[in-house]
T-cell receptor
């Protein structure tokens, strides 16, 4: 059975801290791994990873994929209160068309 | 219209009633999806469509049906609503394999 597991499920940090969010997966016919940020409503896209060892970076956020160990991490440095959100990991595979299989998410709260 | 539009934004529905959630995209994406999001369970795929005229079942299809008569529209129908279908429903679209999915703003449905 395909699965995507995120950890931790929730996290509370202080502004300025660095956080690492984890995503492990077991899927057949892996295509890609994506990270999304969800605040109040629709998830918004952060990164898509298809190759091992290549870091994707956008400002204070970065992510990397390990296709041998079947996991990805999302790092956020110098966290701000605006980073408070649910972070979703999703894996693309060929078992349901082009649909993504999501993990349950990590709820991040950044306190002032 | 820009992106994906879902309607209604929210709805309270009596159990046993029929309901269609509407989804329209203007990005000419081939693939479209319906997810439901429940606390503690993350986003789960209900149905998907890789291209106009074709549909497939996702992880939780029971009680739901979809159609894809054209590229832009992908309505989700609940034939006879039950309280366990209370959820937030997200429609999404993408341009195929290894591309990000774009999400609508969601429909909050309460079945009483």
């Amino acid at each position: 059975e395909d699965k995507v597991v995120q950890s931790p499920l929730s996290l509370v940090v202080h502004e300025g801290d660095t956080v690492t969010l984890n995503c492990s997966y077991e899927v057949t016919n892996f295509r890609s791994l994506l990270w999304y940020k969800q605040e109040k409503k629709a998830p918004t896209f952060l990164f898509m990873l298809t190759s091992s060892g290549i870091e994707k970076k956008s400002g204070r956020l970065s992510s990397i994929l390990d296709k041998k160990e079947l996991f990805s991490i999302l790092n956020i440095t110098a966290t701000q209160t605006g980073d408070s959100a649910i972070y979703l990991c999703a894996v693309g595979h060929s078992n349901s068309g082009y649909a993504l299989n999501f993990g349950k998410g990590t709820s991040l709260l950044v306190t002032p | 219209i820009a992106g994906i539009t879902q309607a209604p934004t929210s709805q309270i529905l009596a159990a046993g009633r029929r309901m269609t959630l509407r989804c329209t995209q203007d990005m000419r994406h081939n693939a479209m999806y319906w997810y439901r999001q429940d606390l503690g369970l993350g986003l789960r795929l209900i149905h998907y469509s890789n291209t106009a005229g074709t549909t497939g079942k996702g992880e939780v299809p029971d009680g739901y049906s979809v159609s894809r008569a054209n590229t832009d529209d992908f309505p989700l129908t609940l034939a006879s609503a039950v309280p366990s279908q209370t959820s937030v429903y997200f429609c999404a679209s993408s341009d195929g394999a290894n591309t990000e999915a774009f999400f609508g703003q969601g429909t909050r449905l309460t079945v009483v």
